[in-house]
């Protein structure tokens, strides 16, 4: 019931928002859309909490202690990137960057992705599950070219075609996973799918096939992570896009498709003695934290540098799930959440002040402590805590990562903090100016919308004091889930 | 040697001929030819489709039938011909590497897909399973092929041959995958080519063309920033 709210009220919303148009209080109407979807995953949250996993519709959904926090955390992101979307748009209009027309898909295709995210998290089906991830591709596609400029063009036909290409090899990887699992559970009805039945016989499926079967689900679904070297679209459409879908690809869609890939991995990792699966998430995910280290230094457009900053950090989470274990898998799971909130509030700061400047470069900002200082403070807070700056949630994760790196594989933890030093000078030394230097900026015609920014800043330094107990133990509960011992 | 029966033959001559209509793409650079092609490669799988599921009386087979005729052999190349008649685009200028060079790595290719699929055909149990390494085949020369195109319309006929290969592959090794995938697969490329046709128009609005030379200002370092400086 709650699950049908949950996806009922994006795709509700998608309709009703296509036929409403762009009138006056389409803005609201986004919001209030969210905000029925974010009441349907806190009553989803509230079920699973006390009856234990739910299997719905024929199998066809499952949710567990591991799904439940990423739908509550995608809900309630993009309810907070609906509000902070509400006065940006505004003003794009005003700025004439975007028409009503344009308002129009740009609102029906904001709730559709959120649907096809949603979808994505909660469905038990292999098949379905790759299907709601190029269905997230192609929602936003569109909204990524919103400007039609030519860079957002480029930006636009990059992340489609890399990523189509990207998600037609996972489409094989399932294909294989479905011809191992076939095999033991037979192919009537659709069982041989379902990730509940796949899980109950992992440890009979063909290893040969199912090894190959997750390079192929790794390269697919890490396209989409961002992994280097498949990042290539990602800085482009963060950059180019409207700033809220900047927000909600990096805090959501990222931590989606590596949600897919731990799925994937739980099963190949029962199947394989070797540890194949692991291996290759710590070398994707090393090499994507020191690649986006080292191009950090070398942008000058606020949005690709976040967006590298967001490649960073989903090197480190797949490097965290990679190395396995209670510890990593919590440390992953906790990085996951803040990152993606500390994420979207320095993409909504960043929006407002790339409004006030009229520009993305980070030359052209400057001195946002003396115009708008809560902008300022949001996006100075959101960089220390996106560095790992005690006390805030990042940095527990990090320091838990690394302590665990340095039992586990002491060999990485050298270059890890290297590459996140390194990060730490890039980012540092750019915010700086941008927050304190000198300005001529003017005001904007509609006020920032800046709680939704303090909210998810509040909320890190939270979870970096104290996370509470049934926070912890609903981690911990799906640390277990996917492999922890 | 047992000999192989008359179906199982045909069978094989389908996936055959659809090696060879990859390599017909790899080297065809007229767009509406290249659509034409993709065409018929849809109606090649929608004829392995049917012979396979009246040899193993699977019924959703059927239906998958079905279902490739409407989308792959009549829709899909029924838009991408009314694309190009309005957009006007009929001929990919050279391609990054020549056809005969292209043809090459085509045949090095081939070699490699049934070295991949060597495994997994000694595990497949169906009668097909000596095709998987064609699909495997198939579905890397589309992606030779739009690697190697300029036009954006090629890259998407090398796009959906992909898809094609990828659902060959499926068929050869499992007979199919369930209805509720194959149908949301089926939707999902629908959608892509929907999307495809507003981006081409926005693409032509833009640079008058629909050469992919265009797009490449976005480089490391960030050269030229339009989307920045019209603010």
């Known amino acids: 019931m709650e699950l049908l709210f949950l996806l009922a009220s994006p795709l509700a919303g998608a309709v009703l928002l296509a036929v409403y148009g762009a009138r006056q209080r389409a803005p609201e109407l986004n919001a209030a859309m969210s905000l029925l979807t974010l009441l349907a995953a806190c009553a989803l949250t509230a079920r699973v909490v006390n009856e234990g996993p739910l299997l719905i519709a024929q199998e066809q959904f499952f949710i567990d202690p591991f799904n439940v926090f990423l739908v509550t955390l995608t809900a309630f992101v993009g309810f907070t990137t609906s509000l902070f979307s509400r006065p940006y748009m505004r003003v794009e209009i005003e700025h004439g960057r975007v028409t009503p027309a344009r308002l129009r898909l740009y609102h029906s295709m904001y709730q559709l992705f959120m649907a096809t995210m949603l979808v994505a998290l909660t469905t038990n089906n292999m098949g379905l599950l790759w299907v709601a991830m190029e269905a997230a591709t192609l929602s936003t596609v569109l909204l990524v070219t919103l400007y039609r400029t030519a860079a957002s063009l480029e930006a636009g036909w990059k992340y489609f075609i890399l990523c189509g290409v990207g998600i037609a090899q996972a489409l094989f990887g399932t294909i294989l996973l479905y011809f191992a699992a076939e095999k033991i559970l037979g192919s009537e009805g659709v069982s041989a799918l379902l990730w509940t039945h796949l899980n109950g016989v992992k440890g009979q499926l063909e290893p040969v096939v199912l090894s190959l079967a997750f390079v192929f689900l790794l390269v697919g679904y890490g396209t989409k992570v961002g992994l280097a070297p498949l990042h290539n679209w990602l800085p482009d459409a963060h950059a180019e896009g409207p700033t809220p879908i900047s927000a909600v690809l990096s805090g959501l869609l990222l931590n989606v498709a590596i949600y897919a890939i731990v799925r994937c991995k739980v099963l190949v990792e029962g199947s394989l003695s070797s540890d194949l699966p692991s291996r290759m998430l710590m070398g994707f995910g090393l090499l994507s934290v020191v690649l986006a280290a080292l191009f950090l230094w070398r942008q000058r457009d606020v949005k690709r540098l976040f967006a590298y900053s967001s490649i960073e950090h989903m090197g480190l989470i797949a490097f965290a799930f990679g190395m396995g274990g209670a510890v990593a898998n919590f440390a992953a799971l906790l990085h996951m959440t803040v990152h993606s909130l500390t994420k979207s509030a320095i993409f909504f700061a960043v929006g407002h002040a790339a409004q006030k400047a009229g520009s993305q470069l980070m030359a052209d900002i400057r001195g946002l402590i003396t115009r708008n200082p809560t902008v300022g403070w949001g996006l100075m807070m959101g960089s220390l805590a996106i560095l790992g700056v005690p006390p805030f949630g990042v940095f527990a994760s990090e320091f838990l990562i690394l302590t665990t790196a340095m039992r586990e594989q002491p060999w990485a933890t050298p270059i890890l903090l290297a590459a996140l030093g390194i990060a730490f000078a890039a980012i540092f030394g750019r915010v700086q100016p941008m927050v304190f230097g000198e300005t001529t900026a003017k005001r904007l015609p509609h006020p920032p919308a800046l709680l939704p920014v303090f909210t998810h800043l509040g909320l890190v330094l939270l979870l970096g004091l104290y996370v509470p107990p049934y926070l912890a133990d609903w981690y911990r509960a799906a640390a277990r889930l996917i492999g922890g011992e | ?231």
């Open chain 2, 1 to 231: 040697m047992t000999p192989v029966s008359f179906d199982l033959q045909l069978l094989n001559l389908c996936a055959a001929l659809l090696l060879l209509l990859s390599f017909a793409m790899l080297a065809q650079r007229r767009i509406v030819t290249l659509v034409n092609l993709l065409a018929l490669q849809g109606a090649l799988l929608l004829a392995a489709t049917l012979l396979l599921a009246w040899r193993t009386q699977q019924h959703h087979l059927y239906i998958s039938a079905a279902l490739t005729l409407a989308l792959k052999v009549i829709l899909l190349p029924w838009l991408l011909h009314r694309l190009i008649r309005r957009l006007q685009v009929y001929r990919d200028t050279e391609p990054l590497l020549n056809i005969p060079g292209t043809l090459l790595i085509g045949v090095l290719v081939v070699v490699f897909s049934f070295g991949l699929a060597q495994p997994i055909s000694a595990l497949a149990s169906t009668a097909t399973r000596s095709a998987i390494g064609i699909a495997v085949a198939v579905v890397l020369l589309s992606f030779v092929t739009m690697i190697n195109r300029r036009k954006a319309m090629s890259q998407v006929v090398g796009f959906l041959s992909m898809e094609n290969g990828l659902f060959f592959g499926a068929m050869s090794a499992t007979y199919g995958m369930p209805m509720i995938v194959e149908l949301g697969v089926g939707l999902d490329v629908l959608v892509a080519v929907l999307v495809l046709g507003v981006f081409f128009f926005q693409i032509r609005e833009q640079f008058d063309s629909l050469d992919l030379h265009h797009l490449e200002a976005l480089k490391e370092p960030s050269s030229t920033r339009p989307a920045a400086e019209d603010r």
